[in-house]
């Protein structure tokens, strides 16, 4: 069976947030929105806790 090579984006996966912080990164966009006049999004990610590089 083949495995995938690992890239420098599988260092990272999606952080989990509570609900206080997505409300954090949500007042965020919207204060980036306004800022800018442009759609932002924010988006969180983590170290991989497998980490292969």
Known sequence: MDR???SEF???TA???DDELV????LL???LRTA???DVVVIAY???RHNPS
């Open 46 to 48: 983590e170290e991989s």
């Open 23 to 26: 409300n954090k990164v949500t």
């Open 15 to 17: 952080a989990e947030l």
């Open 36 to 38: 800018l006049n442009k």
């Open 29 to 31: 966009e919207n204060d």
């Open 10 to 12: 599988d260092r990272y």
């Open 4 to 6: 995938k090579t690992p």
